[in-house]
């Protein structure tokens, strides 16, 4: 059993620590907000899951609990800062709308009262 957890740690840490340097290449490359967004919510998630999983396969079960509160914690955060990071880059105007085919917060904003200003996005905004 040892050799076959040792061939799975070796695998899920250098694919989580690989997912997790990509999603810092995307957080620094990618053009705008949505984007970089995703590179850091998706693959970072991803990369710490893989580097817990691979942890776990090493340890003794009773440190299941602990790397069971990390993982939770992380998809329970990560979406919900995504989206708070997300909403305010829209309500600032702070991303290009042009390759949107619908807008629907626009349209959900405009119901509740709250729509957003149509001001010309800022000449900083992609820093």
């Not at 001001?119 to 820093?127: G, T, Y």
């Amino acid at each position: 059993m040892t050799a076959l957890s040792d061939v799975i740690t070796a695998v899920l840490l250098p694919a989580g620590a690989v997912f997790c340097l990509l999603g810092s290449v995307g957080l620094l490359r990618f053009p705008d907000i949505i984007s970089r967004l995703h590179a850091a919510s998706k693959a970072q998630t991803l990369g710490l899951l893989l580097i817990l999983v691979g942890t776990a396969v090493q340890l003794p079960l009773r440190y299941a609990p602990v790397l069971l509160l990390v993982v939770l914690f992380q998809l329970l955060t990560a979406p919900i800062t995504g989206q708070i990071v997300g909403r305010t880059a829209y309500r600032v105007q702070a991303f290009d709308r042009g390759p949107m085919f619908r807008d629907e917060l626009a349209d959900r904003l405009a119901r509740d009262g709250t729509p957003v200003d149509e001001r010309p996005p800022r000449e900083d905004a992609d820093r």
